[in-house]
């Protein structure tokens, strides 16, 4: 992790049933680095594998004296949400990257907001970027159950309470937010941004284009616990991949998509959901075996010839991709 940041643990609160969030200051007490509404930061989180992971930032990006972010903790996981829970301390100190956004708030006359569970996240920073300049949105947050909203006391008072509406559908989808009304008319130049489980994703991508909602206007961003694909419950391993045209090598280590490693070492491949569900980043694979994680192929039968690689991996230790 290169030009990392020193960070101390100046706060901990129990946000919800099984979500913690914490304040990060600068271990010298100077200001920190700016960010924008959607970025995440990486976390070297403690422990035996001093493994990273990517937490959004999820308060103002005006201030520039903390980072916040917050973690759920999985026990399906690989570990790092239960380290996070169990090892880190008050006082501690953390290393941090830099922020970087790959979902950046645009501007737009309004805005449509829908959060899945911990996908509250980089949309409650949009959503204090918001509210602070004074722009038209609606935040949407569903969850399971009440306690188990992240941020619900922050998000039921003044200056939010009558921007957000809280849809609690017991863990059954035939209860879950009427998408269809939500999304049937677009108000002209709004945008709608939606982080959360693939299932979610999924049914706010089909509901928006069967609505006509512009895919430029569309913005999604995805999230897996612990390095599991939120679709398929399966671990990350590392790989390598091949560009074809040059014979470069890079690296893909857990944790991280092809995508943004191809972004990292100068290559540019058209996405836009960045959540496998769109098909925008489709790319053709020469060699190696696919581990398809979209939701985009799902209808259809994927072969190892093409991927998403803003979600999919590989099942085999190399793949050679024509770009």
């Known amino acids: 992790m290169n030009d990392v940041l020193r960070v101390r643990v100046a706060r901990i609160t129990q946000e919800a049933a099984g979500i913690r969030s914490y304040e990060l200051m600068s271990e010298e007490a100077e200001p920190l680095p700016s960010f924008e509404a959607g970025a995440h930061i990486d976390v070297r989180v403690p422990g035996a594998d001093a493994s990273l992971r990517s937490y959004s930032l999820c308060n103002d990006p005006q201030e520039t004296h903390r980072y916040v972010i917050a973690v759920q903790r999985e026990e399906a996981g690989r570990g790092g949400s239960r380290a996070m829970h169990e090892q880190v301390r008050e006082g501690d100190v953390l290393v941090v990257s830099r922020p970087r956004n790959d979902f950046p708030l645009l501007f737009a006359r309004s805005y449509v907001l829908v959060a899945g569970g911990i996908g509250i996240t980089p949309l409650l920073a949009m959503a204090r970027q918001l509210q602070r300049t004074g722009a038209r949105y609606r935040l949407y947050c569903c969850v399971r159950e009440p306690e188990r909203a992240a941020f619900r006391a922050l998000l039921s008072a003044p200056p939010f309470d009558d921007k ?139 072969s190892d010839q093409r991927m998403l690689v803003c979600v999919s991996r590989a099942r085999s230790k190399r793949l050679v991709l024509d770009l």
């Open 164 to 302: 957000v509406l809280f849809h609690f559908d017991g863990g059954d989808a035939a209860k879950g937010l009427d998408l269809d009304a939500l999304l049937s008319t677009r108000e002209p130049g709004s945008r709608l941004y939606c982080c959360g489980p693939a299932g979610l994703m999924k049914a706010v991508r089909e509901t928006a284009t069967r609505h006509r909602w512009p895919w430029e206007k569309v913005h999604f961003e995805s999230f897996s616990a612990e390095g599991t694909s939120a679709a398929s419950g399966k671990e990350d391993q590392e790989f390598e991949v091949t560009i074809r045209s040059t014979g470069q090598v890079l690296s893909v280590p857990k944790g991280q998509s092809v995508l943004n490693i191809l972004r990292r070492n100068g290559l540019r491949v058209p996405s836009e959901c960045e959540a496998g569900s769109c098909g925008t980043c489709v790319t053709r694979v020469c060699e190696g075996q696919v581990e398809h994680r979209d939701t985009f192929f799902q209808d259809e039968r994927a």
